[in-house]
Structure formats: C-alpha cells, structure tokens
C-alpha cells in the first residue's frame, strides 16, 4: 500500500478521534449524533451516491456493474450459510447479534469512505450497486434474525430506503445518458463529499458509549472480531480469486465485507429488545479493531 492510501486512512481515522472528543467533551450530545445520522443516511450519502454515476454509458460499464451485482449476492448467500454452522454452541440471544455481525458490515459509514479515498468515484458507483444487494438482504434476512418473521414482510424499509433510490437514479441516469447541469452535478458533489467527515465523526462518538472494562472478559467478542475482520474478508477474497472477478471489483467487494458490523446490528437488537447491549459491544470491539485490521487489508489487496 503506497503512502498516499496510508495517509488518506489516517486522515479518517483522525476524524473519527475528532468525533470522539466532540463526545467525550458534550460538544456532540445524543440529539446532535441522532442528527448528524440522519443527515448522512437521507442527505449526503445518496447524494454521493448519485454524484457517482458521473460516467458516459458504456456497454462495459453497464456489464462492470452487473458484475458487482451477482458477485455481491452470491457472497452474500455464501456467508448466510457459512453462518449456520460458525455460531451453533452460542446462547440464542447473542447468536442472532453473531449472525447478523457476519453477513452486514458498515458499508456505508465507513466502507464508502474508503472507497473514495482508494479508487475514487468508481469505487462509489460500484459499491453503491453492493448496496442495493446490502439493503435486499437486511431487511429480509437480516431483521428475521431478530424478528423470527420471514420473506418479505419488511420490504417496505428496503423500497423506501433512500440509498436505494440513489442508486436507482444513478443507473437511469447513466442507461439514458442524461445530461446533468454542471450546478446540480457540484452541489451533489460537495454535499456527498460530506459523507467522509461525517460518518467518521459519528463513529467516533459511538466509539464513547461501551465501557471497555465490560468488553475485557467476554470471550465471545474476541471469537466475533475474528471472524468479522478476519475470516469474512478472507473467505470473499478467495471466492472473488477464483471467480477471476476484476481486480477494481473484487477489492471493492472485499474491502466493503472488511468492514466492521454496521451500526444496525445493535439499533434492530435494540427495537427489538434482543441483547441491545452485547450487540453494541459488538459494534464498538470490530469498530475499535477495524483501525488495525482495515490497513492491513488494504496492503494486502495492493
């Protein structure tokens, strides 16, 4: 990994230290981050999204994108099998916060941040169309773990999700070669370049709310930050390897399932009442280690 990816990921992570003092001081309260969260999700981050779809149609891109989208899926089927034999001897509770953890990264918190300071735009646009199989799967498979509902009974949250409709956008955007006023196009840009500090002050501060002292002596974590960090990148590098998926698109894939658990694991653990508090340990142990693990896997995909 060259010295200019190096400093771009210690310029996120100094954020996210920015964020955790903003906490830590009460400069950033509960209201401000639920705020800050919100803007991210409904604002910048689709507005990134569709500012990424900034390319001339091409047949090579449409299928470059089709590419992202069946390899997505097929990595995400593979780990929700892969998921019922990792967790057998766990207690129920924190077996669906496990399984959850396995198959749901923070791809758009801290994944599409990466992404834009490892490839650029086209890194965005291809982990935009991750997303849409991301959203598919979390609001079906990923609630049911919770819920125990399954199908599509949720389908609502994925239909609204503005993410989704970002994509949606983009893609006609690009299929109808429509042109974008050069206004539009910076206001989208500037705006979605906002995600970065954003999400990475956000995370900082999430970093605030998990005592340390009560992670220490939960041996689970330490078996979830292995298998999240270490096993799930690994086991979606070797499938894109002998896929021979492009390289720009592989890595994508694999930076995006590197990831540590997304932010949704303890928010449905806790609308649902379902071990809240181990699920956001969770969350905050593969967040604090993903500063160390997150280097390594991009030296190891340079």
Known sequence: MNIEIINQVLVLFSIMIVGYYARKRNIIYDEINKGLTQILLRITLPMLIVSSFNFTYSPELMGD?????????????????????????????????????????????????????????IGVLYGAIFNINFNLFIWTYGLSLYTGEKGLKNIKGLIINPGILAVIIGVVRVAFSIPVPSVIQGTLEMVGNMTTPISMII??????????????????????????????????????????????????????????????????????NNAPEYASKVVFITTLFSVITIPLWLTVLS
């Open 65 to 121: 994108m089709a590419v992202v989208f069946l390899a997505s899926f097929f990595i995400f089927i593979v780990l929700i099998i892969i998921n019922k034999v990792l967790f057998l001897k766990f207690e129920n509770d924190k077996k669906a916060v496990l399984k959850f953890m396995t198959v749901f990264s923070n791809a758009g918190f801290i994944g599409f941040p990466i992404l834009l300071s490892v490839y650029g735009k």
């Open 203 to 272: 995370i900082g501060a999430m970093l605030t709310e998990v005592k340390v002292k009560d992670i220490v002596k939960d041996l689970s974590l330490y078996y979830a930050i292995i298998i999240k960090l270490g096993v799930v990148p690994f086991i979606t590098m070797i499938i894109m390897r002998i896929l021979s998926i492009d390289p720009i698109i592989a890595n994508t894939i694999i930076i995006l399932e590197a990831m540590p658990t997304g932010t949704l694991c303890a928010i449905f653990a806790e609308n649902t």
